[in-house]
């Protein structure tokens, strides 16, 4: 396999070789770590070891690349915490998306009863006041 793409000045390419000791789980296409600054505890990074802007770069190998590490991750924050009883996964695909990591990475965020007030709505609720929906009951 040759060598994925690298951008010198990027926080995730150089992760992959100063840093190393951070990563979690790989594979071929992409590796996993747990995000620098957790909303929860066990929130989970997913990032393609090529480098490329967003999840709309991915090539259809780095896609299942990183499903595969998701579901591998999942079981184990399951595992390893009785008190996580759901999760949001999610990408910034954009500045105005609030990316602010200019290397594709997906978030996985465990959730426990009580960690918010009101959860219902979810990733509904990115954009404040707008989430609400009365279908949502």
């Not at 995730?12 to 996993?32: H, M, P």
């Not at 009101?118 to 009951?137: A, M, S, T, W």
Request: hydrophobic share 35%.
């Amino acid at each position: 396999m040759r060598e994925a793409a690298i951008e010198p000045s990027c926080l995730f390419c150089q992760l992959q070789k100063i840093g190393s000791e951070r990563i979690v789980k790989e594979n071929d296409l992409a590796y996993t770590i747990r995000d620098g600054f957790p909303v929860t505890e066990g929130h989970t990074l997913f990032i393609p070891k090529r480098h490329t802007i967003d999840y709309f770069g991915l090539l259809p190998t780095e896609v299942i690349a990183i499903h595969e590490l998701i579901l591998e991750q999942r079981k184990i924050l399951l595992a390893s915490d009785s008190k996580i009883e759901g999760f949001n996964i999610g990408m910034n695909c954009g500045q105005v998306a609030g990316q602010s990591v200019w290397h594709c990475h997906v978030h996985l965020i465990p959730r426990r009863k009580g960690d918010t007030e009101f959860p219902k709505g979810g990733v509904r609720h990115v954009i404040p006041y707008q989430g609400n929906c009365e279908d949502l009951r």
